[in-house]
């Protein structure tokens, strides 16, 4: 059984920074690319960022380059996202993706969509 499971959210006042990972269980982690995408409030789901299985290609979403920062440690099959500079507007419940395979960086870069799916974290960024 797949699972993803995020944590290290909370509130934090704007400018400041937090964490949050990912753990995986269940699937092949190292085939696999690892993304995070986020969800305000009566928005939709939206990309934030995405790292391929060798860490050899990183994408950011415009809103979050510079500030944001995605890696992956294989070996303990775990996705982070390290957030600095931190805005109310990144307010938001994360979620943690999963896409296999030499198209998995794609389908999360440019479809927006993922094979597996965490239950997410919620980020609260104070003014």
């Known amino acids: 059984q797949v699972q993803l499971v995020e944590s290290g959210g909370g509130l934090v006042q704007a400018g400041g920074s937090l964490r949050v990972s990912c753990a995986a269980s269940?699937?092949?982690?190292?085939?696999?690319?690892m993304g995070w995408f986020r969800q305000a409030p009566g928005k939709e789901r939206e990309f934030v960022a995405v790292?391929?299985?060798?860490?050899?290609?990183?994408y950011y979403d415009d809103s979050v380059k510079g500030r944001f920062t995605i890696s992956r440690d294989n070996a303990k099959e775990m996705v982070h996202l390290q957030m600095n500079s931190l805005k109310p507007e990144d307010t938001a419940v994360y979620y943690c993706?999963?896409?296999?395979?030499?198209?998995?960086?794609?389908?999360?870069?440019?479809?927006?969509?993922?094979?597996?799916w965490g239950q997410g974290t919620q980020v609260t960024v104070s003014s």
């Open positions: 269940g699937l092949a982690f190292s085939y696999y690319a």
């Open positions: 993706a999963a896409a296999p395979g030499s198209g998995g960086f794609n389908r999360i870069r440019s479809l927006h969509d993922a094979h597996y």
């Open positions: 790292i391929d299985w060798r860490s050899s290609m990183i």
